[in-house]
């Protein structure tokens, strides 16, 4: 159990919807990440946020957001859903202590979205 | 642009046959190495960071090296329960302070009894 907590674990969503999945991160853990993983593209990074801050942005889409709340918890807001979407969503956390132990990024388990 | 690549893509050893997994990266200004281990299904799992040539690390059937331009995991001896798809990804400065990992898309290691 890495600590990064993620719900839902599942979801089926239609064409056209929008979902919202939201991640706790490790205890003390300032840094929140989003990444996708579809079964043909590997690991995407997403968007990054640092206290509740957005800090650096990867392969995002324009129908994709988040945010990150005060109490740390985030959320990836995921709108006019395509089929090419569906995808294993992670959330990961790293600790804001600036030695080495804080460059590993834990991942959660991850949000199942199919879109039908 | 940052680039992993992984090999082979998919690999069947019988249990106790010993094997490497290859990682090899072009990055500008590496800060770390990572493997992580992922089952189906579920997220990947921390295993080892390197940072420099010449680093080793070892956890029970796993040991990771460096060189400059590539990453190896070896695994000794293996056992069915070693089975999962082995993620290697390279960190490094992205801007306003913050570091990325570029993940390859991994190695399918499958363990038969």
């Known amino acids: 159990d890495s600590g990064v907590t993620q719900t839902p674990k599942h979801l089926i969503t239609a064409t056209g919807q929008r979902v919202t999945l939201r991640c706790s991160p490790r205890?003390?853990?300032?840094?929140v990440y989003w990444y996708q993983q579809s079964l043909d593209q590997g690991l995407q990074f997403l968007i990054q946020?640092?206290?509740?801050?957005?800090?650096a942005k990867g392969n995002i889409l324009e129908r994709f957001s988040a945010q990150q709340f005060p109490d740390l918890h985030s959320e990836l807001n995921l709108s006019s859903l395509e089929l090419g979407d569906s995808a294993l969503y992670f959330c990961a956390s790293s600790s804001p202590v600036q030695d080495r132990s804080g460059n590993t990024i834990y991942f959660g388990e991850g949000s199942w979205l199919t879109v039908v | 642009e940052d680039q992993v690549t992984q090999s082979p893509e998919a690999l069947r050893l019988q249990e106790g046959e010993s094997s490497s997994l290859n990682c090899s990266y072009t990055v500008s200004g590496l800060r770390g190495l990572f493997w992580y281990r992922q089952d189906p299904g579920k997220g990947p799992e921390f295993l080892f960071t390197?940072?420099?040539a010449g680093e080793e690390k070892e956890k029970e059937r796993l040991k990771a090296t460096l060189t400059k331009k590539e990453s190896f995991l070896h695994i000794t001896a293996p056992k069915p329960e070693d089975s999962a798809t082995y993620l290697c990804?390279?960190?490094?400065?992205?801007?306003?302070?913050?570091?990325?990992?570029?993940f390859g898309k991994g190695t399918k290691l499958s363990v038969i009894p």
């Open positions: 946020y640092y206290n509740g801050e957005e800090r």
């Open positions: 990804a390279v960190q490094a400065y992205s801007g306003a302070g913050s570091y990325q990992l570029t």
């Open positions: 205890s003390g853990d300032l840094s």
């Open positions: 390197l940072y420099s």
